[in-house]
């Protein structure tokens, strides 16, 4: 229903854009920058200067933080309506919806993230707690708490953000939890070879290694049969790769951002002036194939991806699924024993 690329003569664009960027994960390193579709028609760097809603691809964080403080993918949660007054320190009494239209039972955490489940992930966030979510969303490099500020939404990623950002903060699943930050410039000399400037690697740790590595397990299975961003492998992209799709409200934003073991990408697709895409643009569908064309081409040009390096101790466990605590008589009884690797 929007004007096309061919349709633009002068004036604002108000054709469809996208954006993406391209970063080593164990450097910070950007590889590709693209801002817009036409430089000449737009300056606009939609990659570092734009903020738009994150919806989906913000869970992961919200996982991330709920894992360092003891939850377990195994765990139950329960995929129904968020009742009145059960957020409590919620002022507004605010429900969201699934994207489904469709209300479950109690479902593992992990279902959550991999079916990308709205009331599961604020259940999953009210775990973490909000103080721990809103601080995880900072040293992911996705801005200050102060900007978000403490509301129930902001599990489900009403808050926004540019691509450059959500992209490092993808980058601590493929490290096992640390972030490097993300530059341009490796070096300055002048013309007699004397070096001005060089970048100096600034890193420091987001998550524990247990904890990326959980979350990193489950975006993997994201990728998978029924998980929101199966198509990729459909499109042939057969590197070990985790990801989350990105959809926001009346189709206005569509992202995925992704990762191999050395590089992770963030893709987003919209209009500057936020509007509808069209019916059924989600992440999974438009974005994605945006992503698997440039991490196809990064792979062909030297970037070979390997697969993920596991934490140095990793044990098996039984568990309750109901408490994540070791399994005893009444969990058994129950039948909700399962085995966690941690």
Known sequence: ???????????????????????????????????GRDFSHSAFNRATQAQRPMGSIFKPLVYGAAFERGLFPGMLVSDGAIEPGEIK????????AN????????????????????????????????????????????????????????????????????TSGYTIFATGGIRHEPYFIESVTDRDGAVLYEHVDANYRVLSPGAAWLTSNILKKVLEEGGTAASLRELGFTAAAGGK?????????????????????????????????????????IAL???????????????ESTDFAEPEEVISMELCRETGLLA?????ASRNVYVEQV
Not at 246 to 257: E, L, M, S, Y
Not at 290 to 297: A, G, H, P, Y
């Open 245 to 285: 799709t990105g959809t926001t409200n009346d189709f206005q934003d569509a992202w995925f951002v992704g990762y191999t073991s050395r590089l992770a990408g963030g893709v987003w697709i919209g209009l500057d002036q936020p509007g509808k895409i069209m019916e059924g643009a989600y992440g999974g569908r």
């Open 289 to 303: 194939p945006v992503w698997n064309d440039i991490m196809k081409e990064a792979e062909r040009i030297g970037y």
């Open 99 to 166: 994207s489904d239209g469709v209300f479950g039972g109690m479902l593992t955490v992990e279902t959550g993230l991999i079916k990308s489940r709205n009331t599961m992930t604020v259940r999953v966030g009210e775990w973490a707690g909000i103080e721990h979510v809103l601080a995880m969303m900072e040293h992911s490099g996705l801005g200050a708490p102060e900007r978000a500020g403490p509301t129930a939404p902001l599990y489900i990623g009403t808050v926004g953000a540019d691509v450059r950002g959500v």
């Open 89 to 96: 320190w919620d002022k507004i009494g605010w429900s969201p």
């Open 328 to 332: 005893g008589e009444g969990c058994a």
């Open 1 to 35: 229903p929007h004007p096309t690329l061919a349709d633009h003569f002068e004036g604002e664009p108000a054709y469809l854009q996208a954006a993406t960027v391209v970063m080593e994960n164990f450097t910070g390193a950007m590889r590709a920058v693209v801002g």
